[in-house]
T-cell receptor
């Protein structure tokens, strides 16, 4: 079945470091790809999405580019802040635009940023 | 605009007890989802509705779990006889109809502990 793989379980950085969180997917066709962020005690919050090859999604300084050739949607940020500390989830929607839009999530990556 | 509202925020049970979770989606969102999020894992879909109809409940343990959305608005998820393995956060999400860039918006969740 469709799946999402996040290779980093935890990432520890200092403020102003460059961030990369890797996300690869397995699905047929052109699934929509998403990044969500979850803070302690809250539900996942939508960060951004992309639905076509080479499309770039971005929000709050984070960005990712849909790459069908490498089946990837890696999250990047040029300069992280302590307030970016959270769990980041990559997700795909395998039935986008049909009778529903169920999201399949990766396991998540815990980002810790030291001041 | 009010977000997705869930109650209660926390529940603690003994094995064999029953519990219900309630969800009020964002107004105008016709699709509603229930996800289970075990500790340190990504959300996993249990069931989702389009209006009052169940679209996919294939991951819902039907012997003990049930979910309804009788008027196509609020929804209730019930666990009939809880087990320790049900310990998790239960997240409700809602989205607009398909074809309208239907991002999922999540509530804060109900954290369930089964002793």
């Amino acid at each position: 079945g469709d799946s999402v793989t996040q290779t980093e379980g935890q990432v520890a950085l200092s403020e102003e470091d460059f961030l990369t969180i890797h996300c690869n997917y397995s699905a047929s066709g052109y699934p929509a790809l998403f990044w969500y962020v979850q803070y302690p005690g809250e539900g996942p919050q939508f960060l951004f999405r992309a639905s076509r090859d080479k499309e770039k999604g971005s929000s709050r300084g984070f960005e990712a580019t849909y790459d069908k050739g490498t089946t990837s949607f890696h999250l990047r940020k040029a300069s992280v802040q302590e307030s970016d500390s959270a769990v980041y989830y990559c997700a795909l929607a395998s039935s986008y635009g049909s009778s529903g839009n169920k999201l399949i999530f990766g396991i998540g990556t815990l980002l810790s940023v030291k001041p | 605009e009010a977000g997705v509202t869930q109650s209660p925020r926390y529940a603690v049970l003994q094995e064999g007890q029953a519990v219900s979770f309630w969800c009020d989606p964002i107004s105008g969102h016709d699709t509603l989802y229930w996800y289970q999020q075990p500790r340190d894992q990504g959300p996993q879909l249990l069931v989702y509705f389009r209006d009052e109809a169940v679209i996919d409940n294939s991951q819902l343990p039907s012997d003990r779990f049930s979910a309804v959305r009788p008027k196509g608005t609020n929804s209730t998820l019930k666990i009939q006889s809880a087990k320790q393995g049900d310990t998790a956060t239960y997240l409700c999400a809602s989205s607009l109809p398909p074809g309208t860039q239907n991002t999922l918006y999540f509530g804060a969740g109900t954290r369930l502990s089964v002793l």
